[in-house]
């Protein structure tokens, strides 16, 4: 486990939650990073991802509500997420930006969102 994930919780729906995902060896320094999520049934989604540069990318469907953003001192990437929905149910993994294996649990154990 290089990466550790943090913040996922139950919430209502339009409530809000803080992911935190902190890097413990060193993707920082190679990786752009991005967060991802699966859902019971469902394929692995990308969610969001934030460049080296500090340039961030969304999925259309958080554009607006989510937010993406990291501490290179602490080596943390966040994820904040406002106005939940049902639909965003899933765990959510933090992994280097286009991995094949984000939601495997091979970069971290990926932290639980439930919206109801």
């Known amino acids: 486990v290089q990466l550790v994930e943090s913040g996922g919780g139950s919430v209502q729906a339009g409530g809000s939650l803080r992911l935190s995902c902190t890097d413990v060896g060193s993707l920082f320094d190679d990786f752009d990073m991005g967060w991802y999520r699966q859902a019971p049934q469902n394929e692995c989604e990308f969610v969001a991802a934030?460049?080296?540069?500090?340039?961030?990318t969304y999925a259309h469907t958080v554009a607006g509500r989510f937010t993406i953003s990291q501490d290179n001192a602490k080596k943390t990437v966040f994820l904040q997420m406002n106005r939940l929905e049902t639909e965003d149910t899933a765990v959510y993994y933090c992994a280097p930006h286009l991995t094949v294996l984000a939601c495997t649990g091979y970069w971290g154990q990926g932290t639980q969102v439930t919206v109801s």
């Open positions: 934030i460049q080296r540069d500090g340039v961030t």
